[in-house]
């Protein structure tokens, strides 16, 4: 039942290439975050907002960046794709403030950068 | 070091079998959080429980079942009769107070393939 939406699912480019991710959320969710996800399961961190106009980076480096212009909008873009950052991105959404706060989670971009 | 530590990395169990899947958490706060999220074939992760620091009452939910015990850092997952739509990838994951937010760590994750 999870309102947040990836797009696309998959994408095979070519190295070099600038590509954007984008994720929505119609939950009105102030906060958002990107994980990377290896292709042996493990989730890593990689950036998060706490509302518009705040971005951080997460505990794994990664040579992406994002934007947080709207609240609902969190796009995460790579100006050059390399081999190196095929995985499966992730993106989620909790609200701020509440009691029982969880993570929700988009469907996730399946990258393959050739 | 890993916060969250789910040792098993993969299960196989038949149909019907009950399978408990483990996880082992780290950490210095008295106020924390607890998950379970279920990842299908489809991709996308599934909540399915939370539990605060506070609260050591094991859960029941249908074939599922949690049981936290903070003496041993454990939160473990049971699932009861298994059956072929419980195969996924679950997550245990761990969730701390970050200057005005949580911060959440996830463990490797355990796969789990149920046999019919």
């Known amino acids: 039942e999870a309102d947040i939406y990836q797009t696309p699912r998959y994408l095979v480019i070519g190295t070099g290439k600038k590509i954007t991710l984008e994720c929505s959320q119609t939950?009105?969710?102030?906060?958002m975050y990107w994980y990377q996800q290896d292709p042996g399961m493990e989730l890593h961190l990689i950036h998060y907002?706490?509302?518009?106009?705040?971005?951080e980076k997460g505990d794994l480096s990664s040579e992406s960046t994002v934007s947080r212009i709207r609240t609902e909008h969190f796009p995460l873009t790579l100006e050059s794709a390399r081999p190196s950052h095929t995985s499966q991105y992730l993106c989620?959404?909790?609200?701020?403030?509440?009691?029982?706060?969880?993570?929700?989670f988009g469907s996730g971009t399946q990258l393959s950068v050739l | 070091a890993q916060k969250v530590t789910q040792a098993q990395t993969e299960i196989s169990v038949v149909e019907k079998e009950d399978v408990t899947l483990d996880c082992v958490y780290e950490?210095?706060?008295?106020?924390?959080?607890l998950f379970w999220y279920k990842q299908p074939p489809s991709g996308e992760l599934v909540f399915l429980i939370r539990?605060?620091?506070?609260?050591?009452q094991n859960e029941i939910s249908g074939r599922y079942s949690w049981n936290f015990q903070k003496s041993t850092s454990s939160f473990n997952f049971t699932i009861t009769a298994s059956q072929v739509v419980d195969s996924a990838v679950y997550f245990c994951?761990?969730?701390?107070?970050?200057?005005?937010?949580?911060?959440?760590?996830f463990g490797t994750g355990t796969s789990l393939t149920v046999i019919p």
């Open positions: 989620a959404s909790s609200e701020e403030g509440a009691t029982n706060e969880k993570l929700f």
């Open positions: 939950m009105g969710h102030d906060k």
């Open positions: 907002s706490y509302g518009v106009n705040s971005t």
């Open positions: 950490t210095r706060d008295t106020t924390y959080y």
């Open positions: 539990r605060n620091s506070f609260d050591e």
């Open positions: 994951a761990l969730s701390e107070a970050l200057r005005g937010g949580n911060q959440f760590y």
